[in-house]
């Protein structure tokens, strides 16, 4: 057996190399999501911040608070896309672009409702004492 060669010699290195490359896919799909995840937000955390600015200053009329929104928003690393105040309720989209990932998130802010939330009826007992 000594002067044979065996059909498959050398199966093991081209398994280890097709082993590699799917790892290796795998690793990059999963940094590609994180990357998209990560971009979403910080879009996000930029609209809710910029809204409540905005919803801040609605008062002073919608430049002012246009103006702070966009002042929030650059400083969290995003984009400020549309701001918007009607009446006291402040409307806002952030864009912020992470690597080939774009996101857009809107929020709104505002004073709460007039009519209060339904709650436990009157002489209800309290769940925590």
Same mark, same amino acid.
């Given at each position: 057996?000594?002067?044979?060669?065996?059909?498959?010699?050398?199966?093991?290195?081209?398994? =280890? &190399?097709?082993?590699? $490359?799917?790892? $290796?896919?795998?690793? %990059?799909?999963?940094?590609?999501? %994180?990357?998209?995840?990560?971009? @979403?937000?910080?879009?996000?955390?930029?609209?809710?911040?910029?809204?409540?600015?905005?919803?801040? @200053? &609605?008062?002073?009329?919608?430049?002012?608070? $246009?103006? &702070?929104?966009?002042r929030?928003?650059?400083?969290?690393?995003? =984009?400020?896309?549309? $701001?918007?105040?009607?009446?006291? !309720? &402040?409307?806002?989209?952030?864009?912020?672009t992470?690597?080939?990932? =774009? =996101?857009? !998130?809107?929020? @709104?802010?505002?004073?709460?409702?007039a009519t209060?939330? #339904?709650?436990?009826? #009157?002489?209800?007992?309290? #769940?925590?004492?």
């Open positions: 057996m000594r002067g044979t060669v065996r059909a498959d010699r050398g199966a093991a290195t081209v398994w =280890t &190399a097709v082993a590699a $490359c799917a790892l $290796c896919v795998v690793f %990059g799909a999963v940094l590609a999501l %994180g990357q998209a995840v990560t971009a @979403r937000h910080r879009a996000g955390g930029a609209a809710d911040l910029a809204a409540l600015a905005a919803a801040d @200053r &609605a008062l002073w009329g919608e430049a002012d608070a $246009c103006a &702070a929104a966009n929030v928003a650059t400083a969290q690393g995003a =984009t400020l896309v549309r $701001c918007g105040v009607s009446e006291d !309720i &402040a409307d806002v989209t952030a864009r912020v992470l690597g080939a990932w =774009t =996101t857009e !998130i809107r929020s @709104r802010a505002g004073p709460p409702p209060p939330l #339904p709650g436990p009826p #009157p002489g209800a007992p309290r #769940p925590y004492g």
